[in-house]
């Protein structure tokens, strides 16, 4: 809502040990983009984000921004927020477009969105949350590089957002799109709860970080009844929140085409429709069962726009179908404020669910079926009854009609969520306290429990993380859980992989005698070369080391080939193990995995990594090559 004036609030008096501070406190941002305009006005949007008293930067506990340019290599200052929402400039809360130009605004906008992204994900999984590297405070430089791209950087510690030359020649700030903001964001939070999502395994986990950073940055751009209100309703002149709706315009078709392709066409108009087609593309992309299967979608980015494609259009039905419920039976209208202020809280009940579904996904090797049946299981849990917006009945079908099905538990009670954990669990020598928080505790429970719980012990494993969470539903129904998670990698010769049962692809192993070959080839040049420059004999024990090229034998250490598996163990508030999913080590389901990774380049033995920090940069660029695709970059 637009404010003409500027409330003046007296003289600050230095808190008091007895006051009370309000837990949250209100921000304006830019509600989508510049470009997203009303009356000639940039569309804002007031935001509730976790109160604090910050320093110049701004820096706060958990975000410092960092107005440093690396491209021309210059420090624009700390910037000093207001201090409440009444002490903003008037025009920040009106739109004015001169706030584009306003680099302590900038500098709000990022930091509030990412402060709001990052206590959504708090709310959602009922727990605070750290990042991905050892450090209290994400970096963010609002201003980072002159550059049509944004990026999530683990090694950086920090979020990059980039500026450029738009079509109309005017400077385009990144760090100004909402959802470019929160999709960054998401994948730092994601790679936080995460770590081993970006490691290669399938197709469908490389497609999810991408996805799912899209998901939450679209559900949060929807999620305010400011941009709704404005996607149904982009009149001229004020906007009239008792204008009622015509029925046809609320069913799901119509939209689809109001809201999400009206979206599409209005955001980044400056990037010639680049990031408004990333959307667009999405919604285009019509149900058909065997679609991922196709060719196409087994490129990641396309795969992952499936991923969106199904959450949104559920989002759309449920929208839908909520405001044609609260009216009576063939009621012609409806109030636009009502229709507004539905989507966007349909928009936010689907963002706490898939987000707590981290929660409930096995740790590595994650398939949309899984993501779906974490979705599913997980709000089942804190959200036993559906009714009120059928969010997973919207979800079931919009994925079914994708060709994703919950991973079948046939038989069980509830038969689209995960097979409860089994009974036969023995509890008597782990203390119930202890197993809330401490990893030793849950191992130890894993390790006394293998074989019900089929770990397998002649893999290495160990416990990344016991979390415990006080998570609330919407109607105010209060679960608490423990969520502990951990993994198992077994680093293996051919000939091991073969003794499990796990055929390694035909082309690798002609690839892996090639690379003995070279090595026999190279150690048999070796010593002769030797002789001939110092005139000596060579060494017997250099003669005979490395096995013949003809042998399949590879015993070394250095053609192992690491599998990887693992499990999220969901305890109840009393200790008892409610759901343990996993992945085995050594499952049949390694042969695919193996030959996906060899067909895409990545699968690699030890004789060809250059170890773990050229892993690591890898990671970053497959990061912005992900994001890459949105903008007209140069780079990756
Ligand atoms: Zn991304």
Redesign the pocket.
């Known amino acids: 809502m637009a404010k003409t004036t500027r409330k003046r609030t007296p003289a600050r008096q230095p808190p008091k040990a007895s006051d009370v501070r309000p837990p949250v406190r209100h921000m304006t941002v830019i509600a989508q983009d510049p470009s997203v305009r009303q009356n000639g006005r940039i569309l804002t949007a007031r935001i509730a984000v976790p109160a604090e008293d910050l320093l110049p930067g701004p820096l706060g506990y958990r975000v410092q921004i960092v107005d440093y340019d690396s491209t021309r290599q210059y420090f624009h200052g700390r910037h000093a927020l207001p201090a409440s929402y009444d002490d903003e400039p008037t025009e920040w809360q009106r739109g004015s477009p001169q706030i584009v130009n306003d680099f302590r605004f900038h500098a709000q906008n990022v930091y509030a969105l990412v402060m709001k992204t990052l206590a959504r994900f708090e709310f959602a999984l009922g727990r605070r949350l750290g990042w991905s590297f050892d450090n209290h405070q994400l970096k963010v430089a609002p201003h980072g590089m002159f550059d049509a791209n944004a990026f999530?950087s683990p090694v950086e510690e920090g979020l990059v957002f980039g500026y450029f030359r738009g079509m109309s020649e005017q400077p385009v700030f990144t760090g100004l799109s909402h959802d470019v903001v929160v999709?960054?964001t998401t994948?730092a939070l994601l790679d936080a709860l995460r770590e081993r999502y970006l490691v290669p395994s399938n197709p469908d986990q490389a497609a999810f970080?991408?996805g799912f950073?899209?998901v939450i940055a679209l559900l949060s751009v929807f999620a305010l009844p400011e941009v709704v209100a404005h996607l149904l309703d982009p009149v001229k002149g004020k906007p009239n929140s008792a204008r009622p709706i015509p029925r046809a315009k609320i069913l799901p078709k119509a939209l689809r085409q109001s809201a999400l392709f009206g979206l599409a066409d209005q955001m980044g108009q400056e990037l010639d429709g680049l990031r408004g087609s990333a959307l667009r593309r999405s919604a285009e992309i019509e149900p058909a069962d065997g679609i991922l299967d196709e060719p196409d979608f087994l490129e990641p980015h396309r795969r992952g726009e499936i991923f969106v494609a199904a959450v949104i259009r559920a989002f759309i039905d449920a929208w839908s179908e909520r405001v044609l419920s609260s009216g009576v039976e063939r009621q012609k209208s409806f109030p636009m404020a009502n229709v507004a202020q539905a989507g966007a809280d349909v928009a936010d009940a689907l963002a706490t669910l898939w987000i707590r579904a981290l929660d409930y996904m096995p740790p590595v090797h994650l398939t949309f079926r899984d993501a779906l049946t974490a979705a599913l299981t997980s709000d089942t849990q804190v959200r036993p009854d559906d009714e009120r917006y059928k969010l997973r009945h919207h979800l079931k079908a919009q994925f079914a009609a994708y060709g994703i099905a919950p991973v079948s538990t046939a038989g069980t009670a509830q038969s689209d969520c995960w097979k409860p954990a089994p009974v036969n669990l023995r509890y008597d020598r782990v203390r119930f306290e202890s197993m809330r928080s401490d990893k030793d505790e849950v191992f130890r429970f894993l390790w006394e429990n293998r074989e019900a719980l089929e770990l397998q012990t002649e893999a290495y494993a160990k416990v990344l993380s016991v979390r415990p969470c006080q998570r609330t539903g919407i109607d105010g129904f209060v679960l608490r859980e423990t969520v502990a998670e951990y993994y198992q990698v077994a680093r293996l010769t051919p000939d091991e992989l073969a003794g499990k049962r796990i055929k390694v692809p035909p082309a690798f192993l002609e690839h892996l005698k090639e690379l003995q070959a070279e090595r026999a080839a190279k150690a048999a040049a070796k010593p002769k070369a030797n002789a001939t420059l110092a005139g000596a004999e060579p060494a017997p024990d250099q003669d005979d080391t490395g096995p013949t090229p003809a042998g399949a034998v590879f015993d070394d250490d250095d053609f192992v080939t690491p599998v990887y598996g693992g499990g999220v163990l969901i305890f109840d508030e009393y200790g008892r193990l409610k759901y343990h999913v996993h992945n085995k080590v050594f499952g049949s389901e390694q042969q695919a995995r193996l030959q996906y990774l060899w067909e895409e380049g990545l699968l690699k033995v030890k004789a060809e990594s250059a170890g773990s920090r050229a892993a690591r940069l890898s990671t970053l660029h497959r990061?912005r090559a992900?994001?890459a695709r949105?903008w007209p970059s140069e780079g990756w």
Do not use: G
Request: charged share 40%; proline share 0%.
């Open positions: 999530y999709h960054e994948h970080h991408e950073a899209d990061l992900i994001d949105k």
